[in-house]
């Protein structure tokens, strides 16, 4: 039987990982009012939410519905990064963020009378995150650290080569957990393939 692993990456010791990458002491709390520990702790959320608006298998789903309230409303989850109308949607919708909820840009109102399906990329707590984009973000959020607050071109650069790396190693996680096909398409779904006998087809 293998040996059960947990992963034991957290915030604070992904900061303090950067913070040892630029040769400070480790923290066992957040200061902002530390000025180096602020530059980092907000680098390392600025990069989270960019890696995860990528959008990933761990993070996206589709046709996923959203609701509307006792008021025919439809809040704007706090928690999402971005959206898009699903394909199964009608045409006669065209939905955007405004004033924090929904609204169709095409009946020029707020209100919805049935759920409106998306596609959505969903932002995540880092603790969250699967382990491999913990370590991605942790050596892109020091690479920035280190142009920040050192200058040392020699650290920048392998910074960068390990960043190098987890890109990779999350790449694979991404190819791995997402079941692709070889035309890129996820397990489940098919592309609309190219049918000569339609070119060729006279009426």
């Not at 960019?50 to 761990?58: K, R």
């Not at 650290?155 to 999350?170: F, G, H, N, P, S």
């Amino acid at each position: 039987m293998f040996p059960t692993t947990f992963d034991t990456e957290t915030e604070i010791s992904s900061l303090n990982s950067i913070l040892g990458c630029i040769g400070q002491a480790p923290v066992t709390t957040l200061d902002y009012d530390n000025p180096e520990i602020s530059v980092v702790a907000r680098t390392l959320n600025e990069v989270s939410n960019q890696v995860q608006s990528e959008g990933w298998v761990f993070n996206t789903e589709t046709n996923y519905p959203l609701a509307p309230n006792s008021h025919q409303e439809i809040p704007y989850p706090q928690n999402v990064l971005q959206f898009d109308l699903s394909d199964c949607e009608a045409p006669d919708r065209d939905v955007i963020r405004r004033d924090g909820k929904l609204y169709d840009k095409i009946a020029h109102s707020y209100k919805f009378d049935s759920p409106v399906y998306v596609d959505v990329v969903w932002k995540f707590p880092y603790e969250d995150l699967p382990h491999t984009f913990k370590q991605y973000i942790t050596y892109r959020a020091a690479r920035l650290v280190a142009t920040k607050l050192t200058g040392d071109p020699d650290l920048y650069k392998i910074l960068q080569e390990q960043e190098a790396m987890c890109r990779a190693a999350v790449i694979e996680y991404e190819c791995n957990q997402g079941d692709y096909n070889y035309l890129g398409y996820p397990q489940g779904t098919r592309g609309n393939n190219y049918r000569p006998y339609q070119a060729l087809q006279r009426y």
